[in-house]
């Protein structure tokens, strides 16, 4: 069957069970019947071949079958499933509340921004329409009073003209759209500060509540009741649990109780205590930042005073930006308002999903199963096994970390929400807290822990028969998948709120261990040179010593009356003389020629006749 064909029949069969739980006069919404066709498809016992294609009588016990659990109102697992259906659809973290929080109120004035940018007013009366739609948008986007209340508007309007009067709307329009919208959020800042900072010297704040002070009431009250609920929830589970073990200890006592119904039970109060955890964590979040708001704001009011203090004038420069800080700042207040606001409401809808437990197991019947029964809390339980530890020789193929050798112990992420997985395996589902001071068992990269050191030590002989056991149960109880974080073995049950977290990295254990290291004093000989001086002082003053000895003489002296006492002599080497030679003199000459021409003068004769002569000496001669 093609994809586009089958999610067509899939939303044909949700709209079919919707419609016949709303003719028994249930409704449900869609998520609640997809989640639960899922998860009669998923439990064995219904027959469903997920590989294999439906037909049409399968799509029709489907329908009845889903029909059945949606309408069944003494069913505990069916409340636990519509609880995380809840939580998941109305449960954002801080940060993308906000950021949602954000985009609806810049969605709800954009039409507001969108006439004001638009608008090409030329007439003295269009100009002045244009401002009052300035001052409206200002109030709306500050949330500081209403656009219909005289007092405030002529108060907002007061703060906008001592920093943009009318006059400048000519300059204003002839921004771009990009720069005008900026601008209009500048100015909304800035106005918003000048009124905070007028409610605070007495002299305005007409229509602004004290956010401050609002927060400082509600977020306690809200932690006190969160805090209350929770220690009934958690009351309740203990008690359940007690019975649970009795029951497990010695099942022939109790043949005709329902025990399957009591577990469930369990799943649907552990999975109420885990919702309010994750509310209360994020009320003390915002009573963390509402407590350093206000310390900031106290000091930027403190320097507003400083910096004005009573003057005429004062440069735009020194006090704008103080102005924008305290718009941020009441907007953040704003926003810790309203988010307040909704955990308060969140935790008081969830309690609609505990009714079933008065009406399956009032409080007498909760007295004749507990009687001869210790009630533990999880704390008891883990201290009960505090001397307890996995020794690691047993262990060799397997990775174990302690509180002792790891450091980011705290911050791994357990298997089963910190549940005992061996004892839910093996007692078919019940609900034990893993005592991580056992020892954390590394598998495939998951970590795991158990509530007593037999429990690790079978777990850990063969821990894919376990995980398997926990599958198979939880494909039994789907309300199992979220509340023991089986997203990664359910992924077509995977909460939106859980989509963003399926790739997240686990944090690797930081192992540490005591070692001691010791080095000698000096490994090398040492290599200090005792007549080096840094001081040029004292350089100079050994040169003058050294120029005054070249001077001195050495003698010695001999008194008469110590001349007797020992002998002295002294010897004298006389001078030796020694010649040396550098140089030798030596030199060559070579005979000069002498050539002489007889008969040059004539004779008696006509004719010349010339004789040469050489009376050049020999060399030998010479």
Not at 103 to 113: F, I, W
Not at 301 to 314: D, G, R, W, Y
Not at 456 to 483: R, T
Request: include cysteine; proline fraction near 4%; aromatic fraction near 8%.
């Amino acid at each position: 069957m093609p994809p586009t064909q089958a999610e067509g029949v899939i939303k044909n069969i949700i709209r079919e069970i919707g419609q016949e739980c709303a003719t028994h006069g249930e409704k449900v919404s869609e998520t609640l019947v997809a989640f639960m066709v899922k998860a009669v498809v998923l439990d064995p016992s219904n027959g469903f071949n997920i590989d294999s294609t439906l037909m049409k009588s399968d799509v029709q016990k489907l329908i009845k079958l889903c029909v059945a659990r949606l309408l069944d109102n003494k069913n505990p697992s069916l409340d636990t499933i519509k609880m995380q259906v809840y939580f998941d659809m109305n449960y954002t973290g801080r940060e993308d509340f906000l950021q949602e929080h954000h985009e609806v109120l810049e969605s709800r004035l954009s039409t507001v921004s969108r006439e004001i940018t638009d608008n090409r007013a030329c007439a003295r009366e269009e100009l002045e329409s244009l401002y009052r739609k300035i001052v409206s948008y200002v109030l709306l986007c500050s949330g500081l009073g209403s656009p219909v209340d005289i007092k405030v508007v002529r108060e907002a309007t007061a703060a906008l003209q001592s920093v943009f009067p009318q006059a400048e709307l000519a300059t204003f329009l002839t921004l771009g759209k990009k720069d005008k919208e900026r601008h209009l959020k500048e100015l909304t800042m800035i106005v918003t500060g000048i009124r905070l900072f007028n409610r605070d010297c007495g002299k305005g704040g007409e229509g602004i509540d004290d956010l401050p002070g609002i927060l400082q009431e509600a977020i306690p009250a809200t932690t006190r009741y969160i805090d209350s609920q929770l220690q009934n929830a958690q009351d309740q589970a203990y008690r359940y649990t007690a019975i649970l073990e009795k029951i497990t200890k010695n099942p022939l006592m109790h043949k005709d109780f329902q025990q399957s119904m009591l577990k469930e039970a369990l799943y649907n109060i552990r999975q109420y205590e885990i919702f309010l955890q994750i509310i209360l964590s994020d009320t003390i979040t915002c009573a963390q930042e509402v407590e350093m708001m206000i310390k900031q704001l106290r000091a930027h009011l403190e320097q507003l005073k400083m910096t004005i203090n009573s003057k005429t004038a004062v440069p735009t420069s020194q006090v704008f930006p103080v102005f924008i800080a305290l718009a941020n700042l009441w907007t953040s207040f704003q926003d810790e308002t309203v988010l307040i606001s909704i955990l308060s409401n969140l935790t008081t809808h969830l309690e609609a999903f505990l009714g079933v437990h008065e009406l399956l197991f009032p409080e007498k019947v909760m007295q004749s199963l507990l009687e001869d029964v210790i009630v533990k809390t999880d704390t008891c339980r883990i201290k009960e096994r505090m001397e307890e530890k996995v020794h690691l020789a047993d262990f060799r193929k397997l990775e174990w970390y302690f509180p002792e050798t790891t450091a980011n112990f705290d911050k791994l992420l357990i298997q089963y929400r910190g549940f005992c997985g061996y004892t839910f395996a093996t007692t078919d589902g019940l609900l034990l807290p893993g005592n991580p001071k056992i020892g954390i068992l590394k598998y495939k990269e998951k970590y795991y822990t158990f509530n007593t050191r037999d429990g690790a030590y079978l777990f850990a002989g063969n821990p894919e028969k376990y995980i398997d056991l926990i599958k198979e149960k939880a494909k039994k109880n789907a309300e199992l998948i979220q509340l023991l974080e089986l997203h990664q073995q359910f992924e077509t049950l995977i909460p939106y709120s859980q989509m963003r977290d399926v790739d997240r990295h686990y944090i690797k254990p930081i192992t540490q261990c005591d070692s001691s290291t010791q080095t000698d004093t000096h490994i090398l000989p040492p290599t200090i040179v005792t007549s080096y001086e840094w001081n040029e002082w004292e350089l100079r003053r050994k040169a003058i010593k050294l120029a005054n000895l070249r001077q001195k003489i050495t003698h010695s002296t001999q008194t008469d009356l110590s001349h007797l006492r020992r002998e002295n002599c002294s010897q004298v080497y006389p001078s030796k003389d020694v010649s040396t030679q550098c140089m030798k003199e030596g030199s060559t000459r070579v005979p000069r020629p002498q050539t002489y021409i007889a008969g040059l003068r004539g004779g008696q004769s006509k004719t010349t006749h010339g004789i040469k002569v050489n009376l050049t000496r020999a060399i030998d001669e010479t």
